[in-house]
């Protein structure tokens, strides 16, 4: 990659890409895309639009949630025989709630130089237009996808004070919406945002229970990707009143449990140590 200055051979750059105008594209990001050998993506039907609109045409390897570990050595051949690569998901940055992970942690286990190509993020585009609270959020990405499973999600962080951030299908967001005014409450202050930086990108702010009634009010506004952003609980419980065993249980379903005992210990101020030993028991029972 010999046009770009600060290229280094055998390298696998992370190239985030637009979420819906094309025009966002960063001229860096433009830069990589014509000077790799092989791009990476999630779905080369998509990514073919992109390479068309840029007046490029370059060979591409499928990489998605079914076939990525499969293709992880497949990339690692390239990148030894001097083929630099780009990463794309189907839009936005890869890796936020899409492929790539299991990607990018081998590369970087096996000494291969990853390089990151700033852009677009639905989340981060959200929030900069939402007008709720952005010193401290949560990034959720997408619930499970059946009503006892997002409720489960939802009662392990009811409690939690920052602004929470999900991705949402249109086929389920009312039902999302619903399940969360059942968890979290129907008067908690929530923004909504639809088919950002496209057309129709529009914004709805109210209470979870009016926005699920603005949404409901007519079959466009169901239509498109959607971020869904919830202010924080204004009133937390006091931990003495949380159950915390099973707050500590529904976490260990989530995280390594080092990381679920040290949100404990945060929470009631017990001994980390201890905890983490209590949840290494759960998990051999």
Same mark, same amino acid.
């Given at each position: 990659?010999?046009?770009?200055?600060?290229?280094?051979?055998?390298?696998?750059?992370?190239? /985030?890409?637009?979420?819906?105008?094309? /025009?966002?594209?960063?001229?860096?990001?433009?830069?990589?895309?014509?000077?790799?050998? =092989?791009?990476?993506?999630?779905?080369?039907?998509?990514?073919?639009?992109?390479?068309?609109?840029?007046?490029?045409?370059?060979?591409?390897?499928?990489?998605?949630? *079914?076939?990525?570990?499969?293709?992880?050595?497949?990339?690692?051949? *390239?990148?030894?025989?001097? @083929?630099?690569?780009? =990463?794309?998901?189907?839009?936005?940055?890869?890796?936020?709630?899409?492929?790539?992970?299991?990607?990018?942690?081998? =590369?970087?286990?096996?000494?291969?130089?990853?390089?990151?190509?700033?852009?677009?993020?639905?989340?981060?585009?959200?929030?900069?237009?939402?007008?709720?609270?952005?010193?401290?959020?949560?990034?959720?990405?997408?619930?499970?996808?059946?009503?006892?499973?997002?409720?489960?999600? =939802?009662?392990?962080?009811?409690?939690?004070?920052?602004?929470?951030?999900?991705? !949402?299908?249109?086929? @389920?967001?009312?039902?999302?919406?619903?399940?969360?005014?059942?968890?979290?409450?129907?008067?908690?202050?929530?923004?909504?945002? @639809? !088919?950002?930086?496209?057309?129709?990108?529009?914004?709805? @702010?109210?209470?979870?229970?009016?926005?699920?009634?603005?949404?409901?009010? *007519?079959?466009? *506004?169901?239509?498109? &990707?959607?971020?869904?952003?919830?202010?924080?609980?204004?009133?937390?419980?006091?931990?003495? !009143?949380?159950?915390?065993?099973?707050?500590?249980?529904?976490?260990?379903?989530?995280?390594?449990?080092?990381?679920?005992?040290?949100?404990?210990?945060?929470?009631?101020? &017990?001994?980390?140590?201890?905890?983490?030993?209590?949840?290494?028991?759960?998990?051999?029972?």
């Amino acid at each position: 990659m010999s046009s770009l200055p600060d290229s280094v051979s055998a390298t696998l750059y992370v190239v /985030a890409t637009p979420i819906g105008n094309l /025009a966002d594209l960063t001229e860096r990001a433009r830069q990589v895309l014509s000077a790799v050998n =092989l791009i990476a993506c999630e779905d080369t039907r998509h990514t073919q639009r992109l390479l068309q609109h840029l007046g490029l045409r370059k060979p591409m390897l499928s990489v998605h949630d *079914h076939n990525e570990r499969d293709r992880i050595q497949q990339v690692m051949d *390239h990148l030894d025989q001097g @083929r630099d690569i780009a =990463l794309v998901s189907d839009a936005g940055t890869p890796l936020i709630s899409d492929p790539g992970y299991p990607l990018v942690q081998a =590369l970087r286990q096996a000494g291969h130089k990853v390089v990151p190509i700033p852009g677009a993020s639905a989340m981060i585009t959200a929030l900069s237009a939402a007008g709720l609270p952005t010193d401290r959020f949560t990034f959720e990405g997408f619930l499970p996808h059946k009503s006892s499973g997002r409720k489960e999600r =939802l009662r392990a962080i009811v409690q939690d004070t920052c602004t929470l951030v999900f991705y !949402e299908a249109k086929h @389920r967001i009312l039902n999302t919406l619903e399940d969360m005014s059942d968890v979290l409450g129907d008067q908690r202050e929530a923004v909504v945002a @639809r !088919e950002l930086t496209k057309t129709f990108e529009s914004f709805y @702010r109210g209470t979870l229970m009016e926005i699920h009634a603005q949404l409901s009010s *007519h079959d466009d *506004h169901q239509k498109g &990707e959607f971020v869904v952003m919830v202010t924080g609980n204004p009133a937390p419980a006091p931990a003495s !009143e949380i159950d915390t065993e099973r707050l500590f249980k529904l976490l260990l379903a989530e995280l390594p449990p080092k990381k679920a005992a040290a949100i404990i210990a945060e929470l009631t101020g &017990e001994n980390k140590k201890e905890l983490y030993q209590k949840a290494l028991g759960w998990k051999d029972a």
